[in-house]
């Protein structure tokens, strides 16, 4: 069959045969490969596919990483140069339902003709120049050939390139010329792949810093910020921080001041994601219009000046939609209130914004004689500490009226037969219950610890009304209730699509599945609104849109 009567369905398949499984990954982190190698075939898979690094850098490349906000940035800062006039190009990970989302021209995932006429044209240029032994290259770093392979052949003059992970050996880091880089907040993850510590993370994030090419970053921890400034002068590159979003001023009586501001992402942290995206757009309409601009080396701490703002900014802030980050849905009967956070930091901004959300719409609610319980569904993906990541959550409860009446933990994966985009064979099956299971104890020992206990808040929110379930609890107690928060109700599901249906108070769903060994509760009655918070993992989030069959 030629490439060209190939489906999107069939570029998918052989696009998820290139990812790692669990296995394959320990076994390349074990062997300590010398990660500046994988540039230097970046480079040449380049060129295997048609593309130089001069037709790369003549797109116009924003790069961006960072561990926090570096997606919202990035969208944030798209939506602005589009409003400019740009022909914008914007490639991020992961996913949330469909690999497309990953490759968007203005604004938009490209189609699934378009991803499927460019995948095999990458595909099969590849495939024919593989040397003996070879392999094409890994999911990720196919999906950045592929990507800079639509944006140079379709006229992009504005590319937003997120990093994968880490920045100094990401295969995005190929880019030798961007007109500007950004570095948004700076904090603890992928440490099996980055360094454990802050200033080892912060050597990886600085390394997409190229020589007299501008980097603007947020406010950072002062042992990140020394590693960036080190780093910038060893390249000779101008570092500069943008102001943060509470020191703007009103710069005209007819400009309202950002802060005044409706910013299209919801969730107070966006105010320092917009003003970081702000400055990147500024500098890189500048220097698209004249490259020498901003190319003088900084010393010390260099906070860059406000922006006036024009109509343009303001739409391209306003506008601007990043599904899956402070995201609110609402069905019958249900308000799913939805964050991918996966680091400690991120947890916290998004169980602070739930809850503010939350008690706003419980408050409506309750004037109207309508009866509401809150929900807690979490899940992570890869090895991040579940104690660590579950830690704000509980903190936010500890001395505080406001609870959650029951918590789910159930598997990420959803059946390939549902959602081909969903296969991600970095996660094995087989481990999901045993780990979810884990995932209890640890939230019951969370809100168990008498140590906790001590702190006091004048949170008078919400209260707990007890369990939400009819007959039983799907959980046995037996830790000591004591010196409980509360007494946790736990409800484990054998599947996602079963939570998603419970939540749904859908027909089809089914009460036990006995060959799970995990016995779900009754249906909630419909009578009674409930307040979803969904979060912990980008997979988890992507994969409940699917099943709620959400439009973004």
């Given at each position: 069959m030629s490439s060209n009567n190939k489906s999107f369905k069939e570029a998918v398949l052989a696009l998820n045969s290139l990812q790692s499984n669990a296995a394959q990954i320990e076994a390349k982190r074990q062997q300590n490969k010398k990660q500046s190698d994988n540039l230097k075939l970046m480079t040449r898979s380049l060129s295997q596919v048609g593309v130089t690094l001069d037709q790369l850098n003549g797109i116009n490349i924003v790069h961006i990483t960072g561990?926090?906000?570096?997606?919202?940035?990035?969208?944030?800062?798209?939506?602005?140069?589009?409003?400019?006039?740009y022909k914008t190009g914007f490639y991020s990970s992961p996913h949330l339902v469909e690999v497309r989302e990953r490759i968007r021209l203005q604004g938009s995932p490209i189609s699934q003709e378009m991803f499927g006429s460019y995948f095999w044209k990458v595909y099969d240029a590849l495939s024919s120049q593989l040397e003996e032994g070879e392999q094409l290259p890994f999911y990720f770093k196919f999906l950045t050939l592929m990507a800079f392979k639509v944006f140079v052949s379709e006229g992009v003059n504005a590319a937003v390139i997120e990093v994968g992970i880490g920045g100094r050996y990401d295969t995005t880091n190929v880019i030798t010329q961007p007109l500007v880089c950004g570095i948004t907040s700076l904090g603890i993850d992928h440490t099996s792949l980055l360094g454990n510590t802050i200033e080892e993370i912060s050597w990886q994030k600085a390394g997409i810093m190229k020589y007299m090419c501008p980097t603007v970053s947020v406010p950072q921890p002062g042992a990140a910020l020394h590693v960036l400034q080190e780093c910038a002068q060893e390249v000779r590159a101008p570092l500069f921080e943008a102001p943060p979003f509470d020191a703007r001023q009103r710069i005209s009586d007819t400009?309202?001041?950002?802060?005044?501001?409706?910013?299209?992402?919801?969730?107070d942290v966006q105010q320092k994601n917009a003003s970081l995206a702000v400055q990147l757009s500024r500098i890189f309409m500048e220097r698209q219009a004249d490259r020498r601009k901003w190319t003088t080396p900084t010393h010390g701490r260099c906070t860059l000046p406000l922006v006036c703002l024009s109509s343009q900014y303001m739409q391209g802030l306003e506008k601007c939609k990043w599904p899956g980050r402070f995201h609110k849905t609402e069905r019958e009967g249900v308000t799913y209130y939805v964050d991918g956070a996966h680091t400690s930091d991120s947890i916290g901004e998004a169980f602070k914004w739930f809850r503010q959300q939350s008690t706003k719409e419980r408050q409506r609610l309750e004037a109207a004689n309508k009866e509401t319980r809150t929900i807690l569904m979490f899940n992570r993906t890869g090895t991040r500490a579940v104690c660590d990541l579950l830690e704000p959550i509980a903190s936010g409860l500890r001395g505080s009226e406001f609870k959650f009446d029951a918590t789910i933990f159930c598997p990420i994966l959803i059946s390939s037969e549902d959602n081909t985009d969903s296969n991600d064979r970095r996660i094995v099956p087989e481990l999901q219950l045993s780990e979810i299971r884990s995932h209890k104890d640890t939230w019951i020992h969370l809100l168990s610890n008498p140590s906790t206990t001590t702190h006091k808040s004048h949170d008078s929110t919400h209260k707990s009304h007890g369990p939400i379930y009819k007959s039983h609890d799907s959980i046995s107690k037996s830790h000591d209730s004591t010196?409980?928060?509360?007494?946790?109700?736990?409800?484990?599901?054998?599947?996602?699509?079963?939570?998603?249906?419970?939540?749904?108070?859908?027909?089809?769903?089914?009460?036990?599945?006995?060959?799970?060994?995990?016995?779900?509760?009754?249906?909630?009655?419909?009578?009674?609104?409930?307040q979803v918070f969904i979060t912990g993992s980008l997979y988890l989030v992507g994969n409940s849109f699917f099943y709620l069959k959400e439009k973004f």
């Open positions: 561990t926090k906000g570096k997606g919202s940035t990035a969208a944030l800062t798209e939506s602005i140069l589009r409003q400019h006039g400009l309202p001041h950002l802060g005044e501001l409706s910013v299209g992402l919801s969730g010196h409980k928060l509360h007494d946790p109700v736990v409800h484990l599901f054998p599947s996602l699509k079963s939570a998603i249906q419970w939540l749904s108070r859908d027909p089809d769903y089914c009460l036990s599945e006995c060959s799970t060994g995990v016995i779900t509760p009754e249906l909630v009655d419909a009578d009674v609104h409930l």
